[in-house]
């Protein structure tokens, strides 16, 4: 608890901070999100002492790399030294749901200049649980009002929705409010419906009318309409109740009237789009609105009669993609948004979404197409790939160039063992090594990263013999090794192809994983690492078993994650050699499994797909 006192000198004072500890549940977590203290509150919502917790992924916070809007914006807000406050949940020790209110507040330490967090939470458990059940008897309620047969809205005296029972033409209850009830119908109901509207709000009466509109497929739909005021005991009309029910079955309407206002309502209910053009069943243009003459340049009379190929990209004349969402509509199946590259009339080629719908007239089928111009995006997402390869490269460099630094150090400190000096340069020598060594392994994990997307490396036959003794023979100095009795077995019957260095860096990894959590001998209790390769036709599988410390099974899930290390047992490491596995085997479309039992040893499998 001194050590906290000391980063928070500067913000407050030992008596409030005492107060904050005692009454609130508190943790520090380091830049990492590594738990450095938790007082007793926080332990005891974890279920557990804080010997177990300390030193460990703090859950709440999880690491900055995860996915998640949520922790994006956590880490992005504390990273920047701001304060961050929201919801988190997690389960204890027990297995028992728990949600915080947690306030996350960044601290300097001026002297060290180093970053810790401090968090403050409130445990509103009880409370989120009444709000779920609050929650569930409103969804009923929902689900009552949506299963009602007629679409309801309550509306003001100018026709804005302020409430409404169910999704209407496509919009759902939230995207309906504080919209205007005009909009969803045709101009020539506007006077009528308007009327009406304007009459139950002067004479607080109920008014029944009609009206008709056109749905999805251009088909006309008749609806009967009932307005009722919603009246303070004063009898002053605070809003109306409008309800609407279908009765175009009641309806008759000639043949002729109706395949003529369905094709013109095909064309006109979704002219505010966006570019939209209508082609007859042979491909050639019948119609466009605005906003197509605008984006392609051609005026109408330029246009019509010619075939759609004309505003294609000539790389796209094949038109493939297009030529399969024809075919999906005929089935009707669903048709998917498809991306292809458009021409303007001065000759510019410019990128599009393209969906494409159906209809028919008279037995006549026609095709609209809705575009939009993506040129904006395609441009922000090409220098964001720019800028993703720029990092991956400079992390590849980096980590290269810090190998050499390292190397010479360590050449340096090895000549300086030979020297005759005294005990105490001898101790100070040795710890020097360890810190050179930790460092190099680091910057060597590191390089592993970052080549996984930076090299892409040609495939060619691997010999698995070799690689394993070219790595056992690199983990000679471990001095665990000549403890630990390695089995090899390698069933190369078919060949396997892939990438020498990728494979290189799985085998390093798991190799020297086993190695380094394993148990020092005792009495007739001999440690082992056995390492099998089988080759078949279309794959290969890795194998390395153990008889180590193994992982605990709650652990075993985050094994692969960045920085996660899920045994410390005094054993240096960075997190780094799993996810490297993990996003190799990933990279070549591989499958990796884990079997481990803490005290019993730990089984990885690697499948991979040959690439012969």
Known sequence: MEAIKYNLSNVLNNNMLD??????IVSVTDSLGRIEFANDNFCKILECDANRIIGETHELLKSPLHTGKIYKNLWR??????????????????????WLDTTIIPIVNEGEKTLKYLSIYKDVTK???KNTELLKTELVNKDFLEAMPLQVFTISKHGKILNANKSFCNKEIGELINTYIY?????????????????????????????FDYDAQGRKVFYSVVISPNSRKMGEVLSATIALYEITKFKGLSNNLRDSEAKFRSIYQSINVGVIVVADGKGNITAWNKGAEAAFGYT???IIGRSLTVLVSKKFRNINELLRSVSKIKKKENVDIIEMCCLR????????????????????DFYCAMMFDITERKALQNRLKQKTK????????????LKSPFSSAEGLVNLLKEERVNDKVVFLTGMLDSVIKNGKELSENLSQASSISVNKSEFKKINFSSAIDDILMSLRCENKLGNIKVNINVVDAFGFYSSQEMINSILQNLIYNAIKYSVAPNGNFKSYVNITVKTFEEKVVITVEDNGVGICKTKINKIFDLYYRANKYNVPGHGL????????VDNLKGVVTVESYVNSGSIFEIVLPNNI
């Open 577 to 584: 050699g799993l996810y490297i596995v993990k996003n190799i």
């Open 345 to 364: 009339k001065s000759g510019e080629v410019f990128p599009v979404e393209f969906a494409l719908s159906s209809g028919s007239v008279n037995e006549d």
């Open 19 to 24: 107060h904050v500890v005692e009454s609130a």
């Open 183 to 211: 909009d969803y119908f045709i101009p020539t109901t506007f006077e009528s419906f308007k009327e009406n509207i304007d009459k139950v709000f002067v004479d607080k009466l109920t008014h029944q009318f009609e009206l």
């Open 300 to 302: 109408e009379e330029e």
């Open 77 to 98: 807000t504390i990273k920047k030294r701001n304060k961050w406050n929201g919801i988190l949940a997690d389960f204890s020790t027990t297995g028992k749901e728990f």
């Open 127 to 129: 409370y989120y649980k």
């Open 390 to 401: 720029d990092l991956e490269l400079f992390l590849y460099r980096s980590a290269h160039d």
